[in-house]
């Protein structure tokens, strides 16, 4: 099929290469011409294991295209996906107005029938907004049907994500935009689940909701842990071990942060209020989130004493790991934190360092070249984002080259009996 790709970040250009991979022919399309440039010369803007080859192979192929120009991507695609930023306001709203934006020029480029799929993350009713501007908008008077299609990808695995999805979710309203989409989809064999418009807009708030209270009710018991002596990485064993449960995102730690969790539930407490039904559990679930940093770092100061004037390194920046996503993550809050306390911070992250650079807010950092290289004369090391590379860490090296073997996990990513074996004093979260 021929498919337009409207946004091309970190869910269109995955959501473009893999298209491309089953056999459809996609032009992805971005209006930050610097990113469009790069593809074009063959380059990727982004980190996402596995993407360049797939980019690279596609493009050889001539089924994947980079353009500006939505006009031009309208023509091309049967099946139009919208995946723009939908960022969050101060307030906790959402700002739709890139969708409004690209609802608009769709609209003014339309000439005949298509399928205009949000994939970006909106709130409940959005969809009947982007049909109502593009019916304003469009002067042709040309059919399309909007249909909602919320995209599950994880940052770090999005291409096996988008691959062999768990599930795909359509939600529409009509019989013909449905079978394009089944079209679409054929190819990844994957469950389909058709809904209305709303309740798959929905989906995506409350997933990512539910997934965020995991985290956060984990964090809580590892609390409790902590004030009892107990280890929540058994707790959370023993409580993972029910079917009815599962072990996934019950990993305690400094909480979630990313481009998603922290504005998807905040979002999604401001659609529950706007609504007249307000979800107060998720007003908890952000409480504990934010709290877990806090409690955190007094076991570093109650371990340090003052900050200021020490040499601290900290190790990963990113959200998470395998990706160089810096946006919201709580390794770059913990960062600015210890800049601010006065502490001389050393800072090393295998693909997050660039966009760290960019951002700027870690001026007064030292950004290292490898772990060792940033834990070289440490008072402390605090693990902030749980990278394979730190886990495979020569410990000895490590002890050897820091100024006192004082270790923070807060990701628990290494086994305290070995930490301790191999003469640090080790600290995690919840045990
Ligand atoms: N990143 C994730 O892990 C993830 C997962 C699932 C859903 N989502 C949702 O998908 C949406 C996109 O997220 P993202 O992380 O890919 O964002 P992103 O910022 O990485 O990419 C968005 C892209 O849209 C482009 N853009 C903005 N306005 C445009 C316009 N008028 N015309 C053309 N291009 C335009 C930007 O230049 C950018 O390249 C959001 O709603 C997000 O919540 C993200």
């Given at each position: 099929?021929?498919?337009?790709?409207?946004?091309?970040?970190?869910?269109?250009?995955?959501?473009?290469?893999?298209?491309?991979?089953?056999?459809?022919?996609?032009?992805?399309?971005?209006?930050?011409?610097?990113?469009?440039?790069?593809?074009?010369?063959?380059?990727?803007?982004?980190?996402?294991?596995?993407?360049?080859?797939?980019?690279?192979?596609?493009?050889?192929?001539?089924?994947?295209?980079?353009?500006?120009?939505?006009?031009?991507?309208?023509?091309?695609?049967?099946?139009?996906?919208?995946?723009?930023?939908?960022?969050?306001?101060?307030?906790?709203?959402?700002?739709?107005?890139?969708?409004?934006?690209?609802?608009?020029?769709?609209?003014?480029?339309?000439?005949?029938?298509?399928?205009?799929?949000?994939?970006?993350?909106?709130?409940?009713?959005?969809?009947?907004?982007?049909?109502?501007?593009?019916?304003?908008?469009?002067?042709?008077?040309?059919?399309?049907?909007?249909?909602?299609?919320?995209?599950f990808?994880r940052?770090?695995c999005?291409?096996?994500d988008?691959?062999?999805p768990d599930r795909?979710?359509?939600?529409?309203?009509?019989?013909?935009?449905?079978?394009?989409?089944?079209?679409?989809?054929?190819?990844?064999?994957?469950p389909?689940?058709?809904?209305?418009?709303?309740?798959?807009?929905?989906?995506?708030?409350a997933a990512n909701s539910f997934l965020a209270l995991k985290i956060s009710y984990i964090n809580?018991v590892?609390?409790?842990?902590?004030?009892?002596?107990?280890?929540v990485e058994k707790v959370a064993d023993g409580i993972g071990m029910d079917r009815r449960i599962g072990r996934n995102f019950l990993n305690a730690g400094?909480?979630y942060?990313?481009?998603?969790f922290?504005?998807?539930?905040?979002?999604?407490?401001?659609?529950?209020?706007?609504?007249?039904?307000?979800?107060?559990?998720?007003?908890?679930?952000?409480?504990?989130?934010?709290?877990?940093?806090?409690?955190?770092?007094?076991?570093?100061?109650?371990?340090?004493?003052?900050?200021?004037?020490?040499?601290?390194?900290?190790?990963?920046?990113?959200?998470?790991?395998?990706?160089?996503?810096?946006?919201?993550?709580?390794?770059?809050?913990?960062?600015?934190?210890?800049?601010?306390?006065?502490?001389?911070?050393?800072?090393?992250?295998?693909?997050?360092?660039?966009?760290?650079?960019?951002?700027?807010?870690?001026?007064?950092?030292?950004?290292?070249?490898?772990?060792?290289?940033?834990?070289?004369?440490?008072?402390?090391?605090?693990?902030?984002?749980?990278?394979?590379?730190?886990?495979?860490?020569?410990?000895?090296?490590?002890?050897?080259?820091?100024?006192?073997?004082?270790?923070?996990?807060?990701?628990?990513?290494?086994?305290?009996?070995?930490?301790?074996?191999?003469?640090?004093?080790?600290?995690?979260?919840?045990?």
């Amino acid at each position: 099929m021929k498919l337009c790709i409207i946004g091309s970040g970190y869910v269109g250009l995955v959501t473009g290469a893999c298209f491309a991979e089953v056999g459809h022919h996609v032009i992805c399309v971005d209006n930050n011409q610097k990113k469009i440039d790069m593809l074009l010369a063959g380059q990727i803007p982004i980190y996402e294991p596995g993407l360049e080859e797939l980019v690279t192979r596609n493009v050889a192929a001539k089924r994947l295209m980079f353009t500006t120009s939505i006009e031009e991507g309208v023509a091309h695609g049967e099946v139009v996906f919208i995946a723009v930023p939908t960022p969050p306001q101060a307030d906790g709203s959402v700002d739709l107005s890139y969708i409004e934006a690209v609802a608009r020029e769709i609209a003014g480029v339309l000439k005949e029938y298509r399928v205009i799929v949000d994939k970006s993350t909106v709130p409940v009713k959005t969809g009947e907004k982007v049909a109502e501007t593009i019916r304003r908008y469009n002067k042709t008077g040309c059919e399309f049907d909007v249909v909602s299609n919320p995209e599950f990808l994880r940052e770090g695995c999005a291409v096996p994500d988008l691959m062999k999805p768990d599930r795909i979710v359509i939600g529409s309203n009509n019989d013909r935009a449905v079978s394009l989409m089944k079209k679409v989809y054929e190819p990844f064999m994957a469950p389909i689940l058709v809904t209305d418009i709303n309740s798959a807009e929905l989906i995506k708030h409350a997933a990512n909701s539910f997934l965020a209270l995991k985290i956060s009710y984990i964090n809580a018991v590892a609390a409790i842990c902590e004030a009892s002596g107990a280890d929540v990485e058994k707790v959370a064993d023993g409580i993972g071990m029910d079917r009815r449960i599962g072990r996934n995102f019950l990993n305690a730690g400094l909480g979630y942060g990313g481009s998603c969790f922290p504005k998807d539930i905040a979002a999604f407490i401001s659609i529950s209020r706007q609504l007249g039904v307000p979800f107060t559990l998720l007003e908890e679930v952000e409480r504990i989130n934010a709290s877990a940093l806090e409690h955190f770092l007094v076991k570093v100061r109650e371990a340090l004493w003052v900050l200021r004037d020490k040499k601290i390194a900290v190790w990963g920046l990113a959200f998470k790991p395998d990706t160089d996503d810096i946006r919201c993550s709580v390794a770059m809050d913990l960062v600015v934190q210890l800049l601010k306390e006065g502490a001389y911070v050393s800072v090393y992250d295998p693909k997050g360092m660039e966009k760290a650079k960019e951002l700027g807010t870690l001026k007064k950092a030292t950004f290292a070249a490898s772990p060792l290289e940033a834990a070289q004369d440490a008072e402390a090391l605090i693990i902030a984002t749980e990278w394979e590379e730190f886990a495979n860490v020569d410990l000895a090296a490590l002890k050897k080259t820091m100024h006192t073997p004082l270790l923070f996990d807060g990701r628990n990513l290494l086994h305290p009996d070995i930490a301790r074996e191999a003469g640090f004093t080790y600290v995690s979260v919840g045990r």
